[in-house]
């Protein structure tokens, strides 16, 4: 069956880099479309970014244009978002998700904490 | 972007009885919404797509239905298990975005 297993959280300083990274199995990876997707301690979902089959388009929400990068090995059947300048408000749960008629399948999430 | 305004934002019910969740897109979505519940501490689950079609393994207690840009959700014969935040989101265009949540509390 689909899974998708995130890694890479942990606290960091404002300002700081993360690399976030999923590793997918159980589908053909490279057929497609891959989404990260955020919740805030105690708030709504936020879609973030999604990238296509061969990393020909990628998309970011407005809150992490600039800052966040991703990209995918599909090689490696895996997913990343690379995130720079953090900041206290990007704190939240991120979830790697595949895309199938919207998001049809999600990882368990990581925790990415922003504070000093 | 487009907004989804969902309502309402928490409802109470009983067990066995029926619920009704919608969802107001700012603009026309077409029928791409998908619906997820989400329990605490745990990953958002798909349980809907294209307004009324049922991800595979989801049961029928859970349908989806459409008038123009208003999405309902209802839940029928309600288990305590059913008890979770539920979530609309739109998919017809970029960014995708959700709507509030509804959090469901089973009496």
């Known amino acids: 069956q689909v899974q998708l297993v995130e890694s890479g959280g942990g606290l960091v300083e404002p300002g700081g880099s993360l690399r976030l990274s999923c590793a997918a199995s159980?589908?053909?990876?490279?057929?497609?479309?891959m989404s990260w997707l955020r919740q805030a301690p105690g708030k709504g979902l936020e879609w973030v970014s999604y990238?296509?089959?061969?990393?020909?388009?990628?998309l970011y929400a407005e809150s992490v244009r600039g800052r966040f990068t991703i990209s995918r090995d599909n090689a490696k059947n895996s997913l990343y978002l690379q995130m720079n300048s953090l900041r206290a408000e990007d704190t939240a749960v991120y979830y790697c998700?595949?895309?199938?008629?919207?998001?049809?399948?999600w990882g368990q999430g990581t925790v990415v904490t922003v504070s000093s | 972007d487009i907004q989804m305004t969902q309502s309402p934002s928490s409802l109470s019910a009983s067990v066995g009885d029926r619920v009704t969740i919608t969802c107001r897109a700012s603009?026309?979505?077409?029928?791409?919404l998908g619906w997820f519940q989400q329990k605490p501490g745990q990953a958002p689950k798909s349980l809907i797509y294209?307004?009324?079609t049922l991800r595979s393994g989801v049961p029928s207690k859970f349908s989806g239905n459409t008038s123009g840009t208003d999405f309902t959700l209802t839940i029928s014969s309600l288990q305590p298990e059913d008890s979770a935040t539920y979530y609309c989101?739109?998919?017809?265009?970029?960014?995708?975005?959700f709507g509030q949540g509804t959090k469901l509390e089973i009496k």
């Open positions: 998700a595949r895309d199938l008629f919207g998001t049809s399948d």
């Open positions: 159980g589908f053909i990876f490279s057929d497609y479309y």
């Open positions: 990238v296509s089959f061969t990393s020909t388009y990628t």
């Open positions: 603009q026309a979505i077409s029928i791409y």
């Open positions: 294209a307004t009324s």
């Open positions: 989101q739109q998919y017809n265009s970029y960014p995708h975005t």
